[in-house]
């Protein structure tokens, strides 16, 4: 059972340029969260979704991030118009629902 | 103070020396977890004690949580250079069913000298 899989590792985009990070979950699993980490901190919650449904997404900004967890493929956090700002490590975990998360090993965004 | 923030922010021992972090935090909880992540790498999870346990072992690492003061604490036994890493707690809520939507801290960077 392979881990959560998230890809890429390492994306590099100019701003105003779209990021697209992918993020499959555990087998079996139906629970996935992302979460950003930006440097010398901790990592913070965005979205909470489940197959084609966003359950809380009380950590997201209100502008340029958006995600879906369609029923087929895996989850997608989009990123507009991206900013140094957003420069981060960005982090997926699944879960099967009534258990700890697992973690991703993240994709590091930078913006240049 | 965040929700979940550890004590202290950095922490250099000895190889073999024992490395105590503290957790603390401030809602209900239904479980509290620990993580660890080398530089530039994912997370990986140590353990997870729930809200009605008061320690918890697995092998050199040894989790206590005080549910009255709203902390915790990691001690890693015996520690080799490989423990060098950032060490993190993450809180679950209480009440939800949720159990991925955590709230992390800022995190103990641990640093074993050899």
């Known amino acids: 059972n392979a881990g959560v899989m998230q890809n890429p590792r390492h994306l590099v985009r100019r701003r105003g340029q779209e990021a697209r990070l992918r993020c499959s979950p555990m087998k079996g699993h139906s629970h996935v969260y992302w979460y950003r980490q930006l440097p010398e901190e901790g990592l913070k919650f965005m979205v909470y979704l489940q197959k084609e449904n966003i359950i809380d997404e009380s950590g997201m900004p209100k502008e340029r991030f958006s995600a879906e967890f369609p029923k087929e493929g895996p989850s997608i956090l989009r990123i507009q118009q991206v900013v140094r700002g957003d420069s981060a490590a960005y982090f997926c975990a699944s879960s099967p629902s009534d258990t700890e998360a697992f973690f991703g090993q993240g994709t590091r965004l930078t913006v240049v | 103070s965040q929700q979940g923030e550890e004590d202290p922010q950095a922490l250099s021992i000895q190889e073999g020396e024992n490395a105590t972090m503290n957790c603390s935090y401030k809602?209900?909880?239904?479980?509290l977890q620990w993580y660890r992540q080398n530089s530039g790498r994912g997370l990986v999870h140590l353990i997870l004690i729930r809200s009605n346990e008061r320690e918890k072992h697995s092998g050199r690492l040894r989790v206590t949580l005080d549910t009255s003061k709203k902390s915790s604490s990691l001690l890693i036994t015996a520690s080799r250079a490989a423990d060098t890493a950032s060490y993190f707690c993450a809180t679950a809520p209480a009440g939800g069913t949720s159990y991925g939507k955590l709230t992390f801290g800022q995190g103990t960077i641990l640093t074993v000298h050899p």
């Open positions: 809602t209900s909880i239904n479980n």
